[in-house]
């Protein structure tokens, strides 16, 4: 699945998006020799109902769960972009700012959220929706055409071609099945660092499993993930 000389980028729009997902996947990817970061494109500071809870410590708490979760992982760099939560927008900004991401990280393989509506609303977060789209608008053409962004040319940022990409689909639509039956363990793990967000470890352990289970099924396998996978048009041949 990947190579020792593997770069993977995972980016996603909150702390605790990437285990959500495709926790079991990033620790197969880390065991097999890939080099994994994180891009958090918020700094989750609406994920509360705490009356008492301030957005500055909810962000601060936020943080801090991810960068546990992703030592669990064994994720090397946790880049956080610090963009308010519930407010992302598709902006010239963000698009240079992520781009500036994908250039500086240099992934062979992306992983990012589902830009797509659907039935589950809280898997179809906008800023979940939005991040998605951002993170494939930048992939192509922004992070590897050169006259995009010139600014980050004169900060030594080259153009960079990913060369696939996976959604993070929750359900449907997927068509990569990955076997995390040995790292659940270490998923459940990393989840159970979100103390804020999931309080309750023996119903995360219950949820996961059977979410897990449910999506191996079709193909025999004990636990999965699943995602929609991407090959980039003329990647590793220039430019199309
Ligand atoms: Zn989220």
């Known amino acids: 699945m990947a190579d020792r000389s593997q770069r993977v980028l995972v980016i996603v729009a909150h702390p605790d998006d990437a285990e959500s997902w495709a926790g079991g996947t990033i620790a197969k990817l880390v065991r097999a020799g890939a080099q994994v970061a994180y891009c958090i494109v918020t700094n989750g500071d609406k994920g509360s109902g705490d009356r008492s809870m301030t957005p500055e410590r909810l962000a601060a708490t936020r943080q801090a769960e991810q960068r546990d979760a992703a030592s669990v992982l064994g994720v090397g760099t946790v880049d956080f972009l610090g963009f308010p939560d519930c407010e992302v927008e598709n902006t010239r900004q963000m698009r240079m700012t992520v781009t500036a991401a994908i250039r500086r990280h240099r992934p062979d393989l992306l992983l990012t959220q589902d830009p797509n509506r659907t039935k589950l609303l809280g898997a179809s977060h906008r ?34 071609t990913v060369k696939e990409v996976h959604l993070m689909v929750w359900w449907d639509r997927s068509d990569l099945v990955v076997d995390i039956s040995e790292t659940i363990e270490v998923k459940i793990a990393a989840l159970a660092c979100y103390v804020s967000q999931i309080p ?3 119903a995360l352990d219950k949820n996961v499993r059977e979410r897990a289970a449910r999506l191996g099924k079709p193909v025999g396998y004990r636990y999965a993930e699943v995602f929609a996978r991407m090959v980039i048009d003329g990647s590793g041949r220039g430019f199309p």
């Open 200 to 202: 309750d470890r023996a």
């Open 127 to 160: 800023d979940h929706r939005i991040v998605g789209e951002i993170a494939l608008d930048c992939v192509s053409p922004l992070a590897r055409a050169h006259l995009a962004f010139p600014e980050l040319l004169d900060q030594g940022l080259e153009p960079h």
